[in-house]
């Protein structure tokens, strides 16, 4: 990451105020298959859903998959606080495959997004993104979703 001096937040893996963090690819192929999307990006996602297939939750639930999804996540592989961090290493597995990305986005039907999601550790404050974050999944045409929680103190 770059360095400018106005900048307020500096990156920090430890970041104080979060709990735990975690950014998330979301591809729906529509009608196509999520091994397709494998073969377009080249890259294995992290997790997928098949229609027709049967998932069962942590509760023990059970239930048919009704819509198609491609996931990749940072959640195993990245254990930094800072949220930039997670975002940085999704962007990097798609450097790769700019182009393939593009199309997959032009293919009707397909719908994707960033899921960003971030607990406080403390009640307040929140993530922060740099232009260097925004100026590539601008350039990506992602979306950026957050999930932000806040846990009352006890």
């Not at 979301?26 to 992290?46: C, F, K, Q, R, W």
Request: charged letters at 25%.
């Amino acid at each position: 990451m770059n360095t400018v001096n106005s900048r307020i937040t500096p990156p920090n893996p430890n970041y104080e105020t979060c709990l735990e963090c975690r950014a998330k690819l979301l591809i729906y192929p529509g009608e196509m298959h999520p091994d397709e999307v494998s073969a377009i990006l080249n890259i294995e996602p992290t997790q997928k859903n098949i229609i027709g297939d049967r998932k069962t939750n942590s509760l023990g639930r059970t239930r048919e998959v009704k819509t198609s999804g491609w996931f990749l996540s940072s959640e195993d592989f990245i254990s930094s606080k800072d949220l930039r961090d997670h975002i940085d290493w999704i962007i990097a597995k798609l450097d790769a495959c700019r182009e393939d990305l593009k199309k997959l986005q032009n293919i009707p039907g397909v719908k994707m997004t960033l899921s960003c999601v971030w607990w406080s550790a403390i009640g307040h404050s929140g993530p922060v993104l740099w232009p260097e974050q925004m100026k590539a999944l601008a350039d990506l045409d992602l979306e950026c979703a957050f999930d932000v929680y806040f846990f009352p103190e006890e």
